[in-house]
């Protein structure tokens, strides 16, 4: 991959139009289903119930017709924090009651619920990434305002403007491929400009420097665009009544359901085993 190429390594919050069945489900039976998903594998304690919920969501993406590359080049971006948590639970968050301890020097305890504890803990967010993830392949912008609304509509009544969370859900899902194309355009400049991007020269303060002139650049970015949504919103009159109109039109079939209790079932699963 080229190294000024960033958008394939963001997923989440890209849509991938492939027409599959999951694609065509109603939006409200997929947001129902994927929340479900996460909060299933974010509460489990079991590393068997993980490991249903993993491949559940890999025959998801292959039901989806999504390239299983583009899903897992999702996983490269947090990886590097992943490995630091998971250090850092192996070394000091292990138990060392009722269990057996593999090595010992002061605060630092390598146990057998410790080893345990971290590989749940990758598996984990493993399992999250790729579940939001997929919910981005398969529901498009006007999919996940509508389906929300309709699933919050409830909540109007207590006076809780539901649209405005939704749309600031949306928005910050979104967002985040916007912010690796702009990265591209300022690394391909600076880069243009006689700037050392990309070289391993100079061990991590080095590259942790380079770095710096692009954070700078890009947060200034994403500033503007933010101020240019506002703008755009606000004469289009957003917020100024509480109903708004949707082009997309929710069609609920016999297929919703059926997908809705086939993903209950594996988020029991998930739960129980």
Known sequence: MNQFEFLPLVTIGQYFPTGSILHRRDA??????????????????SLLGLLVALIAVWVGIAVARVNARIALKGLLVPLPFLLVIALLQLLFLGSQINTVVYWSWGPIHITQAGIWATIIMLIRFIVLILVISLSSFCVTTSEMITGLDHLLSPLKRLGIQTMDMVMAIQVALRFLPLLALSAERI?????????????????????????????????????????????????????????????????????????????LLVMVATIML
């Open 187 to 263: 690394a391909k400049a600076q880069a243009s400009r006689g700037a050392e991007w990309g070289t391993k020269k100079g061990g991590l303060a080095a590259q942790v420097k380079r770095v710096i002139p692009l954070i700078v650049p890009l947060m200034l970015t994403s500033l503007r665009r933010a101020e240019m949504m506002a703008l755009a919103m606000d004469a289009r009159a957003y917020g100024l009544k509480n109903d708004r109109s949707s082009i997309y039109e929710l069609t609920y079939r016999n297929a919703d359901t059926l997908f809705i209790f086939v993903g």
């Open 28 to 45: 409200r039976a997929k947001l129902v289903v994927f929340t479900g998903m996460i909060i299933a594998v974010t509460f489990t304690p």
